[in-house]
């Protein structure tokens, strides 16, 4: 398990976060890949000693963080926490994976926090940078605690049988198609509709789901062909909708605030990543955050 106390090859790193004069084209895919590592490994060792001038560089202007609790976070909130003091005395990462889309890079990994008081604890995450012609900048990062007992390695399962879907796309503009699209997503998990599922998420689509496990796409499907929503669920709304998009990526952050049969209620924040490759639109990555444990 790579550990914060690793020396990072400078050639990486340099120029990765600002300084460049003309704008550059996208970094070859082998040469991104080493980048985006690196800029992970630093983006780590930054929540030990704080470094709140690499951050100010490193994210966007339109930043947006989803919190281990849920809660929603821009630049500036996520920057003033930079001027506190770094509560913990270690940090580890773990599983890294890197996925290109043409100037758009989605970093998934686990963190491994060893606080100043108090237990170790674990978080899945999701980072997506954008390159804006002089370096990688992140523009998005969602993070869940591992509960425990949770494995960190990525869960494999084998996709159920089902009939194909028999319905079609929506059609309009791209804003209007990712919000049908996402209306259609949440509209699936209710009547366990795995075939619309089959038929839209990207054949190397990962998610992470509440407790922190990181899933494969065949089980993911196998979840979804389960009647969740009919044997647990009263209501299971989408709403506080925002869509960003970055070339032809696109990411849906929202929330559900549902309520379960037994009257709890609890809500859930994610955000969705969509790709729009030959005219199409498929989720390559959904991340699962709660925000409000059902109560």
């Given at each position: 398990?790579?550990?914060?106390?690793?020396?990072?090859?400078?050639?990486?790193?340099?120029?990765?976060?600002?300084?460049?004069?003309?704008?550059?084209?996208?970094?070859?895919?082998?040469?991104?890949?080493?980048?985006?590592?690196?800029?992970?490994?630093?983006?780590?060792?930054?929540?030990?000693?704080?470094n709140i001038d690499f951050m100010a560089t490193l994210t966007s202007a339109d930043f947006r963080l989803t919190g281990g609790d849920g809660s929603w976070h821009d630049r500036a909130d996520y920057l003033a926490t930079m001027l506190q003091p770094a509560p913990l005395d270690g940090a580890s990462y773990q599983d890294v994976r890197v996925r290109l889309f043409g100037p758009v890079a989605v970093v998934h990994g686990a963190f491994g926090a060893m606080?100043?008081?108090?237990?170790?604890?674990?978080?899945?995450?999701?980072?997506?940078?954008?390159?804006?012609?002089?370096?990688?900048?992140?523009v998005s990062a969602q993070n869940t605690p591992i509960q425990d007992g949770v494995a960190v390695q990525q869960h494999k399962g084998s996709a159920p049988a089902h009939a194909p879907w028999q319905g079609q796309d929506p059609t309009g503009d791209d804003l209007a198609i990712l919000r049908t699209l996402n209306e259609h997503?949440?509209?699936?998990?209710?009547?366990?509709?795995?075939?619309?599922?089959?038929?839209?998420?990207a054949p190397d689509y990962?998610?992470?789901?509440?407790?922190?496990?990181?899933?494969?796409?065949?089980?993911?499907?196998?979840?979804?062909?389960?009647?969740?929503?009919?044997?647990?669920?009263?209501?299971f709304p989408v709403d506080k909708v925002t869509i960003r998009r970055f070339d032809d990526v696109a990411l849906i952050h929202a929330e559900n605030a549902y309520e379960r049969k037994d009257g709890r209620k609890g809500v859930s924040r994610y955000t969705d990543i969509w790709f729009k490759q030959d005219g199409t639109w498929?989720?390559?990555a959904a991340h699962i955050t709660t925000h409000k444990a059902p109560a």
């Open positions: 398990m790579p550990s914060s106390s690793l020396i990072v090859p400078l050639i990486f790193v340099a120029g990765l976060v600002g300084g460049a004069v003309q704008a550059a084209p996208v970094p070859p895919p082998a040469l991104a890949e080493a980048q985006l590592r690196a800029i992970n490994h630093r983006f780590v060792d930054a929540h030990i000693v704080a606080p100043k008081e108090g237990k170790a604890a674990k978080v899945r995450y999701t980072d997506v940078y954008f390159w804006d012609g002089e370096a990688w900048r992140l997503y949440v509209k699936a998990f209710r009547e366990a509709d795995v075939a619309w599922y089959d038929a839209h998420l990962v998610s992470v789901s509440s407790d922190g496990s990181f899933h494969d796409r065949a089980a993911t499907l196998a979840d979804f062909a389960e009647p969740s929503f009919a044997i647990y669920m009263k209501s498929r989720c390559i």
